[in-house]
Each structure stands twice: as structure tokens, then as C-alpha cells.
């Protein structure tokens, strides 16, 4: 079964600075989805960025971007130039080619200082 | 293009009631998957329907049911609440065609349907 691990329950970061949040995921597929989603005090889930795993290229979205390491199973995410809209749970989040069925980290929350 | 859309926001009920909540996709998907958020368990996959049809279901018991129509709207039930049931139910449909083409299975997400169960 494809688990997904986030080993950071909480994180902080100054305004203008610079994080990274952790995931490790189990799987014995090859062809498959991973997403960094983020939930705001609003609940709302909403789409960070994504990463097809036959792609070797990290992804990136304006300020933030992932290091894909397939051998390693590992997906972090960095957010650059912290802002304080960025203060949310951040999910990991897996998902295998055409099963609509993601698999979920337990979340890191961070939170941006001013 | 108008996002995820799920009502009720908030419901309240009482154990052994039973409840329908619904989900409108983002015009154009034909895939909706549900999933249940609570504090001790985190975010689990309930199940997922395309083209009217159920696809794939998580480990839930048979109390949570659910139905798509042909307009891909759909609609989750839980019959016979229990007090575990208080959760944050989400919605999250997809483009997923039945090639499973790469670069259409994002699943974009409604804000979700709170319920407490008294």
C-alpha cells in the first residue's frame, strides 16, 4: 500500500525567507502523481504544485518548486520569499496514474512571522 | 470557470440520522472523489465515481454510499451517523479521462462540508 510520511508536523519561517517542508512516499509503481496541496484557516484545499514522476525536471510554480528525488522517494517543497498568505497546513500528497485516489501525508503547518 | 461547489456548507445531526451531502464538479470534469478530514485520522479517501460508475473505494463501511449523475454532479450519503462521522467532508473532481492521459488527473478541490454529529 503507498504510504506517504511528513516528518515536520510544524514549521516557522521568517517573512521574505526562504523553507522547505519534507515528504517521503512508499510505492511500488512507476508511473504516478505527487502533489503539495495547502489548507489555509479556511479548509479550502488548494492546488501548490504537482510533479509526474516519469519527469525528471523539477516542477516549479512563480515562487515555489520541488526537489524530486524518485530513487530516494522523496518530494520537498521550497517556498521562497515567505509570505504571510503562505501560513497554512501543507499536505503531501500521492497519487498513482488514473486512480483519482490520492494518498495523504499528515500535514505540516507553517506558519510565516512578520 | 466556476470552481468545485459542495452543499451543504455546515450540517448538524443527531446519531442514527442519516444525511446527503452534494458535489457540483468544475464544468467539463467527469471524475468526483470524495474524502473525509478529521483530526485523528487525517485526510482518507472515501470514493471515487466516472461516468456514473464507481471506480475505486477506500475503507469505509457500507453506511457511506454515494451516486454520480449523468451531468457528473454528485452526492454522498451516510446513513446511521455515528458520533465518529463528525468530519470535514471534501470534494475534489478531475478531468480523467478513461485513457488516463497523463496531465489530467489534478484534482482540484471544493471548500468542503462541515458535519457535526450530536
Known amino acids: 500500500a503507498q504510504t506517504v510520511t ?3 508536523p510544524e514549521m516557522s519561517v521568517q517573512e521574505a525567507e526562504t523553507v522547505t ?34 519527469k525528471q525536471q523539477n516542477a516549479t510554480e512563480n515562487r515555489f518548486s520541488v526537489n524530486f528525488q524518485k530513487a530516494a522517494k522523496s ?10 498568505g503562505d501560513t497554512a497546513m501543507y499536505f503531501c500528497a500521492y497519487d498513482q496514474t488514473g486512480a483519482n485516489n490520492l494518498f495523504f501525508g499528515t500535514g505540516t503547518r507553517l506558519t510565516v512571522i512578520p | 470557470k466556476a ?12 446519531r442514527g440520522q442519516q444525511v446527503t ?5 468544475i464544468s467539463g470534469h467527469r471524475s468526483v472523489s470524495w474524502y473525509q478530514q478529521t483530526p485523528g485520522q487525517g485526510l482518507q479517501f472515501l470514493f471515487e465515481y466516472f461516468s456514473e460508475t464507481q471506480r475505486n473505494k477506500g475503507n469505509f463501511p457500507g453506511r457511506f454510499s454515494g451516486r454520480q449523475f449523468s451531468n457528473s454532479r454528485s452526492e454522498m450519503n451516510v ?11 471534501l470534494c475534489a473532481s478531475s478531468l480523467a479521462t478513461l485513457a488516463g492521459v497523463l ?8 471548500p468542503g462540508t462541515r458535519l457535526t454529529v450530536l
Open chain 2, 21 to 25: 451531502l452534494s458535489c457540483s464538479p
Open chain 1, 21 to 54: 517542508l519534507s515528504c517521503t512516499y512508499d510505492t511500488s509503481e512507476n508511473n504516478y502523481y505527487l502533489f503539495w496541496y495547502k489548507q489555509p484557516p479556511s479548509r479550502q484545499m488548494i492546488l501548490v504544485i504537482r510533479q509526474e514522476a516519469y
Open chain 1, 75 to 84: 518530494f520537498s517543497l521550497k517556498i521562497s520569499d515567505s509570505q504571510l
Open chain 2, 3 to 14: 470552481g468545485v461547489t459542495q452543499t451543504p456548507r455546515y450540517l448538524i445531526k443527531t
Open chain 2, 103 to 110: 496531465g489530467t488527473d489534478t484534482q482540484y478541490f471544493g
Open chain 1, 6 to 8: 511528513q516528518s515536520q
Open chain 2, 79 to 89: 446513513s446511521t451517523l455515528e458520533l465518529g462521522d463528525s468530519a470535514l467532508y
